[in-house]
């Protein structure tokens, strides 16, 4: 099972995309990389539209990130959520943490450092 | 300081397992750097395995035994490195004597559940039909117990000062008509928190949320066929996990964090989360029942047992828990400091809470320690305990549970007065009195919060069917109508079941208002069966515990069709939070204690000061006195009229202002109620005439 994550920046806007399962056995590799474009210029905005499944494990990763972009002062916005993970993350109460968007390509020139 | 341990390391490999020895408290699976810790107690066990399955596999990954040198007292401890906690189930395997004789049932072919387990799979969708052949059915599972709480914390709602909303998880939104998102889930209910705002009720009690497997009941329904469903849950199989099948996220494993999502906006939204506990039994039944758990890790410590070996049976449903065991007696603190603690939940309400009180041979003790160690337990000091003071086993202590003050029970005997005084029994006024008043006959020193007070309950007939039915109509259950109680104080109006008839539906309807209207202005807690302010019918049928479906779900239509129901007890409702003097801590008992002019409670009839204290009286009246959330002097007549004639009411003079009427249930609406705060002034200051059957509610405030 595996996962990749690539990044770009465009307008001050970091743009991870996702790709593969997040799991518990794939969710500490891609926090790590997730982490580490926190850091850069601006928000962080992650698309997963190419994840076929997350589990329990990969969305507790995503609660982390959101803490750890609190304390950097910073904010992370998710897109391209299937409809499944979007209403597991309703029903637990997780989505109520993030900002979430539809239309990732009107996000990217949307979102403002 | 380096944020390793130095027991951090496994010290030996058991079929390609890293382990070490691990640390017997606590008990169950719990995180720990780099692996688990498991810890299960069995005092007859001779030898135990850890078994391990992937998540959904038939057959198990691999057994652990433990070594001998990893018991310390009676408990295997053990910690195993490099586990997928997601895709792990895990169970024991404990070998020993059978000799029921002597208390032992030890079954080494069986795989037992942790009692102790976070979560548990094999259920997690509601009503799928289980694989019955597959080995380990309810599975335990390691849960990540973290959760982003922000702020919260329980609520502290002083527990006079609350009104009980007793409703059942899947029941409360699984018709379809709810209109949310997830029917008949956590996730539902949570959508349905703006309703219970609007309702005005600030805590909810929840029937059994600990996993119990909705098919183990065996019958069918006659009429149809369908095989029933245990559809309450009074059958635990899990006391720490909750149940993954009312959660909309349970085929994920996200059971506990659906739940706690629910907790906190209930607590955002000022109510507090009540469960119903069980336990009493568990679902592993008598000697003919399956081994799940307990019966095969330790059957002698957590069941009463007969000096045969046989099981005591003061619950009724085979098996009686050894709650006062001290072994047994840790196990229940533990789980309440759990839900407590990990949960948040604001209290509980113990079923057949009597047999907490007996002792290992079953007799009653007068200093049960397990209810005194809960009373004062640092992590539950704060949380409402609520006893259903009987049992099935014959012992009925409502007005003597021990409580060590802390302790407040459902008052069964509000319950039946209120009833046979609504449908005009005679020699009911006495008791009546003393019910509104907090009943300080029964908890005299401990002060109303020691009172719930109720009309209706998840067990017997819902409002509606109390004033249709005469009899219970329990053919659906499959037992030819021999199930549930008989003695239900009820009365059809005129007709059984449903009707056209106009006048009796009036009265249905009137019934209900001075049911509703005598609950919510007497002293006490007072506690709503979910579905009754809207008039929900379950046909007659008084112990729905099977049904899992119309007759039991709430009816979502009924918020519209019966509106003149809901806004009446919505209004109720309000009225009670304005008004302190009907929740006061202490019971009144007739001094002025706040300087008004007047005594905190005092009796009337139709003349003022003149009550009828005779068998033959069924017209009451009641005036509390005192004063205000602002200070100011404040009155609440509440007249009550079971005669089916009407009279005219002298009223007693105030001691400043006039009199107001809020609520006149013989009223045509919107005439029955007003809302709180805009009561009109009565037409004549000192009199009033009070319909047959009916309620009548006036206030009085300094102006």
């Known amino acids: 099972m595996t996962v990749n994550v690539t990044a770009h920046t465009s307008g001050g806007v970091t743009t991870a995309r996702i790709e593969g399962e997040i799991t518990s056995t794939t969710a500490s590799g891609v926090q790590e990389r997730l982490l580490s474009l926190l850091g850069g210029a601006g928000r962080l905005l992650i698309d997963f539209s190419g994840v076929s499944y997350i589990s329990s494990a990969g969305l507790r990763m995503l609660l982390i990130l959101y803490r750890r972009a609190e304390q950097a002062g910073t904010g992370i916005a998710l897109g391209g959520l299937s409809n499944e993970v979007q209403f597991v993350m309703s029903a637990t109460g997780f989505l109520g943490f993030f900002e979430i968007t539809d239309d990732l390509e009107s996000e990217t020139g949307r979102v403002r450092p | 300081m380096t944020a390793e341990r130095i027991d951090d390391f496994p010290t030996r490999q058991i079929d390609g397992y890293r382990v070490r020895q691990g640390r017997p408290f606590p008990h169950g699976a719990t995180l720990v750097p780099g692996g688990v810790n498991f810890s299960v107690f069995s005092d007859g066990a001779t030898s135990m395995a850890l078994v391990l399955f992937d998540r959904g596999a038939d057959e198990p990954a691999t057994e652990l035994p433990f070594p001998p040198e990893y018991r310390i007292g009676s408990v295997f401890t053990m910690t195993v490195f490099g586990l997928d906690l997601e895709n792990l189930e895990y169970g024991f395997r404990a070998d020993g004597p059978f000799d029921p004789a002597r208390g ?22 509601w009503g799928v039909m289980p694989d019955w052949t597959r080995p380990y059915q309810y599975r335990a599972m390691i849960a990540p117990g973290d959760f982003d709480w922000e702020e919260d914390a329980p609520l502290r709602t002083p527990t006079e000062g609350l009104v009980i909303y007793e409703t059942h998880v899947r029941g409360f939104t699984r018709h379809p008509s709810s209109g949310v998102s997830a029917p008949g889930t956590y996730a539902g209910l949570r959508e349905k928190i703006p309703y219970l705002r609007e309702l005005g009720v600030n805590c909810v009690e929840l029937m059994p949320i600990f996993e119990f497997d909705e098919f183990d009941n065996s019958r069918v329904n006659p009429d149809t066929g369908e095989r029933l469903h245990n559809y309450w849950g009074y059958n635990t199989v899990g006391f720490f996990a909750p149940k993954a099948g009312y959660a909309a996220t349970g085929p994920y494993g996200m059971q506990a964090d659906e739940f706690k999502a629910l907790v906190k906006d209930l607590h955002r939204a000022g109510i507090e989360v ?55 007696r840790d196990f229940v603190l533990t789980c309440l ?12 309400r113990f079923d057949l809470a009597a047999i907490l009180d ?22 539950l000091r704060h949380s409402k305990l609520i006893a259903e003071a009987w049992d099935a086993g014959g012992l009925y202590q409502v007005g003597h549970f021990p409580n060590y003050g802390r302790w407040s029970e459902w008052n069964g005997k509000y319950r039946d007065v209120l009833r046979r005084f609504i449908k005009g029994d005679e020699g009911t006024v006495g008791e009546l009195a003393a019910r509104i008043a907090g009943s300080p006959d029964l908890y005299g020193g401990r002060g109303p919060a020691a009172s719930v007070n109720f009309v209706t309950a998840h067990d017997g007939f819902t409002l509606n069917d109390l004033v249709s039915y005469n009899d219970k109509h329990n053919e659906a259950n499959g037992e030819g109508n021999g199930d549930g109680a008989n003695d239900n104080n009820s009365w059809n109006c005129g007709a059984e079941g449903l009707t056209s008839d106009p006048e009796i539906g009036a009265l ?35 112990n729905t515990y099977c049904q899992d479906n119309e007759l039991s779900w709430f009816d979502w239509t009924l918020v519209e069709s019966n509106a003149e129901l809901l806004r009446f007890t919505q209004r109720l409702i309000g009225f009670r939070r304005d008004h302190p003097i009907l929740r006061e801590a202490r019971h009144p008992i007739g001094v002025d204690f706040s300087e008004v002019g007047l005594p905190d409670v005092s009796w009337h009839g139709v003349r003022p000061w003149e009550p009828d204290w005779s068998p033959g009286s069924r017209l009451l009246a009641v005036m509390r006195c005192g004063r205000n959330a602002a200070g100011e002097k404040d009155h609440v007549y509440v007249a009550m009229n079971s005669h089916w004639e009407g009279h005219d009411l002298e009223l007693p003079e105030l001691s400043g202002g006039v009199w107001r009427i809020f609520a006149d249930t013989g009223a045509a609406t919107p005439s029955d109620i007003y809302e709180p705060g805009t009561e009109p002034v009565l037409a004549h200051p000192r009199r009033h005439h009070i319909a047959p059957r009916s309620v009548v509610i006036l206030t009085g405030s300094h102006d």
């Open chain 2, 358 to 379: 007996r002792g290992p041979d079953g007799s009653p003790l007068p200093n049960p320690p397990l209810l005194e160690q809960l009373a004062y337990d640092p992590i």
């Open chain 2, 104 to 125: 032992y049932r030890f079954d080494a072919r069986a795989i037992l559940a942790d009692p102790y387990a976070l979560l548990l799979s094999g259920r997690d969708t």
């Open chain 2, 508 to 542: 249905r309807m009137r019934q209900m208002k001075n049911a509703l209207a005598i609950l919510l202005t007497s002293q006490g807690v007072p506690m709503l069966l979910a579905g009754d302010e809207v008039g929900r019918t379950q046909l007659g049928n008084n």
């Open chain 2, 274 to 328: 009540l469960l119903d506990v069980v336990f009493n039994h568990t679902a592993e039944g008598n000697e003919y029942g399956p081994t799940i758990s307990f019966k095969g890790l330790d059957n002698a410590t957590y069941y009463m047992l007969t000096p045969e070996g046989y099981y005591y049976n003061f619950s009724g449903t085979g098996n009686t828990v050894n709650c006062n065991h001290p072994v047994v």
């Open chain 2, 337 to 348: 400091r759990h839900w407590v603690a990990e949960y948040h939940v604001d209290g509980f």
